[in-house]
C-alpha cells in the first residue's frame, strides 16, 4: 500500500464480513455477545466488518443496539 491509503493496482484487497451477528442489548443476555467480546472475537479471528442485529425482535431493543 502506498503512502495517503492509495493500493496500488497489483495488490488485492478484501474486506471478510460477518453477516449476522448477535449483540446482547441487556444484561441478562449472553455475555459472548456483548459488544467489547463481540470486537475481540472479530479481531481474533480476521472478521472486519459485521452486521448486527439485538437477540429479540423489537423496536426497543433495536433503538438501544443503535445506541451500542
Not at 4 to 27: F, L, N, P, Q, R
Not at 33 to 51: F, H, P, T
Amino acid at each position: 500500500q502506498k503512502a495517503g491509503g492509495k493500493i496500488e493496482e497489483s495488490e488485492e484487497w478484501k474486506m471478510v464480513v460477518d453477516a449476522h451477528v448477535h449483540i446482547a442489548t441487556e444484561e441478562n443476555e449472553n455475555p459472548r455477545a456483548r459488544v467489547e467480546n463481540v470486537i475481540k472475537s472479530m479481531d481474533a479471528n480476521g472478521i472486519d466488518l459485521a452486521v448486527c442485529f439485538p437477540f429479540s425482535a423489537g423496536i426497543e431493543k433495536q433503538k438501544k443496539l443503535a445506541e451500542l
